[in-house]
């Protein structure tokens, strides 16, 4: 697509120690980093989740810890060169814990006010942390689910990333309604919301 060098590699995002060294072989490999995009998760069986913590610690070491350990590393080495771009895809399901998918809910929760503390502190530095908040995309990833009319497709999400990069924005809901859905989802009291089949 135009790029002038391209590479590839693969990395078990659940062996944290190997973090360091795939970064520094990327950087290597591109001739330094300025834009990072962290895109990887897996959606678990939240009822063996719920069964079995040993199923619910590999979701949240998968989709949370994974990437707050490859954050570190590439926030210490942005910081240090005082310029660079962050973005993380995260998921609307951080918004707020439902039955049907909490713990993966809450991975992404957590790594959503990890990147807003990220956010705070590169600032002065003059490096940019961008949380991406999908809705429904319809990738291998949900390849099971019955789509509707709130399904995104990825080349769209991904638009919206390129646009949110070059824009300079610290958090993205793609598709755009996404906000104002999730916005009345939060506003539910908790009297209510605790008995609804979400």
């Known amino acids: 697509r135009g790029a002038p060098v391209a590479r590839h590699g693969v990395l078990d995002v659940n062996e944290f120690a190997l973090h360091a060294a795939a970064i520094d072989a990327a950087a290597a490999a591109l001739g330094g980093l300025d834009t990072v995009l962290i895109a990887h998760g897996t959606l ?12 619910a610690l590999r ?34 399901a951080g918004d707020r814990g439902r039955q049907s998918n ?20 590169l600032h002065p530095a003059g490096v940019r942390v961008l949380t991406v908040k999908p809705g429904f995309v319809d990738t291998p990833m949900t390849a099971s689910f019955k789509k509707g009319p709130l399904w995104a497709a990825p080349e769209a999400v991904a638009a919206a990333i390129v646009a949110a990069v070059e824009r300079g924005r610290d958090v993205i809901y793609t598709p755009w309604f ?13 009297r209510v919301f605790k008995k609804l089949k979400l």
């Open 44 to 55: 678990g069986d939240q009822k063996l989740c719920e069964q079995d913590f040993a199923a």
């Open 59 to 92: 979701e949240l070491n998968t989709n949370a810890i994974s990437v707050m350990s490859l954050l570190t590393l590439l926030a210490n080495r942005f910081e240090a060169q005082r310029h660079g771009t962050l973005a993380v895809i995260g998921s609307v």
């Open 102 to 121: 909490y713990v993966y809910g809450t991975a992404k929760g957590a790594l959503a006010i990890f990147l807003q503390g990220l956010r705070n502190r």
């Open 178 to 190: 996404w906000w104002g859905i999730m916005t009345l989802i939060k506003l539910v009291p908790e």
